[in-house]
């Protein structure tokens, strides 16, 4: 029943901001790292971001001075604030978190729908 629901995803042109959300939900005992993957176009999977239960954060070379990473861990939700959005920043992005069920002793990895980041130029 643990799920994450992802929220923010859209079209924007270059330079302009865009802010993503991710919620957790469902029967969650804890959770460990969250953070945000992207899949360009005819490209793998990488990781954009992600930060620590103490909020200590890992963010892409590319993407760093640009993206900041922040976590609720009251409220469960982790944000990837995007900023000076460029074309090749347009890709879908997924959330993504370790997290271990209410009741049971190993942590899952969880992933989001998937929202589609559309960076016009």
């Given amino acids: 029943q643990v799920q994450l629901v992802e929220s923010g995803g859209g079209l924007v042109q270059a330079g302009g901001s865009l802010r993503l959300s991710c919620a957790a939900s469902g029967s969650i005992g804890s959770i460990n790292t969250m953070g945000w993957y992207r899949q360009p176009p005819g490209k793998q999977r990488e990781l954009v971001a992600n930060i620590a239960r103490n909020g200590s954060p890992n963010v892409l070379d590319s993407v760093k001075g640009r993206f900041t990473i922040s976590r609720d861990n009251a409220k469960n939700t982790v944000s990837l604030q995007?900023?000076?959005l460029r074309p090749?920043?347009?890709?879908?992005?997924?959330?993504?978190?370790e997290i271990r069920p209410r009741f049971t002793s190993l942590f899952d990895t969880y992933w989001g729908q998937g929202t589609?980041?559309?960076v016009s130029s």
């Fill in 88 to 97: 090749e920043d347009t890709a879908v992005y997924y959330c993504n978190a």
């Fill in 82 to 84: 995007m900023n000076s």
């Fill in 116 to 118: 589609q980041i559309t």
